[in-house]
């Protein structure tokens, strides 16, 4: 374990491990407050959850030792391989796994032994990645054929997890790996494909607040309102607007007076704008005009994300989950169901005040109103108990530890290492953002652990491998990788 002609320990960056630590005790203390039971009233109870969060602890830093004992290299040279054995125990797990709270995620060996893959597969992923952009010549810069194929490269090693996880269903998990954009942004990636998100997030919302058609419509207007934006050719945009307003009305006419409203209005629109786009097409193969061509292509998209948003909301989506959203979004009022959670998350937090009741002193904690208190509702005992300055502390910890991995990793003169190190910024953002988003009524509820701090053994273990490899890859950074 040498380094640079030294001990490797030298060359650790200790300000990460320390942050690290202090979540980690921080998150043990406020799972046993969250879980405290005076007959069993010693931090230490092997039969209570703090006492196994400490074995679990325990084993963390073995497999620190263990992570920290690799070659830097070996992380660059074994990332695919590292990557398909988690895609193959994602497709074992729908098999053989056992289904828990409705999804179908976790290898149950014994009634303390668990074990989750959709965890660990996102380091897996974040090397895979890493990896892949990290690669010769490697660009996404442009609008060019090259870069889009490297696009599509990255999509498919991101999507590849993020679907198998979908079938578990797990959705918390799956959109961890939305956060993988602010990497390639990073790497080059247009400005525009970041508006494209804004759009598909828009579009996402839209798709379940209302009807189709007037999701369509929307669509529609935008794309030509940016059409003449682009041109500032009112004449073009009026013969466009003009072609598709003909053919659906043609359309709709043929449908009510011939077929008997056989067809309903969106999908009238969608047949009418699918037969306009071939116009728009053929002329701008005839004026070589690629913004008419590009424009159709996001239309296109964005008509295939409504319909997929659609049948994965009513046709995948579990009851529960569905629920979840429609609570989230206003669209259903359910306090003392669903919106439990919430409801008593936002109570606890609320009641913390400024510098909170204090520690074993939460009453919403200590009578279990808040379900799930010592794992995705962690947060809410630090609310109630540590009050805002708590919360506060919490928070710029976390904001600390990820700038000071985003740092670190602009200080690396790898490719990979840089790359790997901001695919772990970004999943430990996007987790912090989640996690005390849906404790405060932000986002919906969809299960999802606070890093290094909410009980659970395979939670805290795939994010100490996850941030640890890159202690170890910035550890050698003089290497070439």
Not at 229 to 248: C, K, N, P
Not at 306 to 328: A, C, G, R
Not at 406 to 427: D, H, K, N, P, T
């Amino acid at each position: 374990m040498k380094h640079r002609g030294g001990n490797i320990f030298l060359s650790i960056d200790w300000v990460t491990v320390m942050i690290y630590t202090a979540l980690v005790i921080l998150g043990w203390i406020n799972i046993y407050s969250a879980v405290y039971d005076e007959s069993h009233s010693s931090i230490l109870s092997m039969s209570q959850r703090y006492g196994k969060q400490l074995v679990w602890i325990g084993i963390a830093y073995a497999i620190i030792t263990i992570v920290m004992a690799f070659q830097a290299r070996a992380y660059s040279i074994f990332a695919y391989i590292i990557y398909g054995l988690f895609i193959i125990a994602l497709i074992l797990v729908l098999i053989v796994g056992t289904k828990t709270n409705g999804a179908r995620s976790w290898f149950v060996i014994t009634d303390s032994i668990k074990f989750q893959p959709a965890e660990f597969a996102k380091f897996a992923t974040a090397l895979a990645i890493a990896k892949l952009m990290s690669s010769f010549d490697f660009d996404i810069s442009s609008f060019t054929l090259p870069c889009i194929k490297n696009m599509l490269k990255i999509a498919a090693i991101i999507l590849m997890p993020a679907l198998l996880i979908l079938l578990q269903p797990d959705m918390g998990s799956v959109l961890v790996y939305a956060s993988m954009i602010f990497v390639m942004y990073r790497e080059g990636l247009p400005g525009y494909f970041l508006a494209l998100i804004v759009l598909a997030i828009a579009v996402f919302i839209s798709t379940l607040l209302y009807p189709l058609w007037v999701v369509i419509v929307a669509l529609l207007v935008l794309t030509e309102f940016i059409y003449f934006l682009h041109r500032q050719d009112i004449v073009e945009t009026a013969i466009s607007t003009g072609i598709l307003a003909f053919t659906f009305g043609a359309l709709w006419a043929g449908n009510h007076w011939l077929m008997n409203d056989k067809y309903a209005i969106d999908r009238l629109l969608l047949i009418s704008t699918l037969i306009s786009s071939v116009v728009f097409l053929v002329y701008a193969y005839i004026k070589k005009n690629m913004s008419i061509l590009v424009g159709i292509l996001i239309l296109a998209g964005s008509l295939v994300f409504m319909f997929s948003v659609d049948y994965i909301f009513h046709n995948i989506m579990t009851q529960h989950q569905q629920t979840l959203i429609n609570v989230f979004l206003g669209v259903e009022n359910d306090p003392q169901g669903t919106g439990y959670n919430v409801e008593q998350s936002k109570i606890a937090i609320g009641s913390g005040g400024l510098t909170g009741k204090g520690f074993l002193e939460g009453t919403q904690t200590k009578f279990n109103f808040v379900p799930e208190q010592a794992t995705d509702f962690i947060f809410c005992t630090v609310g109630e108990e540590w009050g805002f300055v708590g919360t506060t502390v919490i928070i710029a910890l976390f904001v600390f530890l990820i700038i000071r991995i985003m740092w670190l990793a602009e200080q690396q003169r790898s490719a990979f290492s840089r790359i790997y190190g901001y695919c772990v910024a970004s999943i430990l953002f996007l987790h912090l953002a989640i996690n005390v988003g849906m404790t405060i009524g932000m986002v919906p509820v969809i299960g999802i652990p606070l890093p290094f701090f909410s009980y659970g053994g395979s939670s805290l273990w795939s994010f100490t491998i996850l941030l640890f490899i890159f202690i170890r890859l910035d550890a050698s950074r003089d290497e070439q990788l």
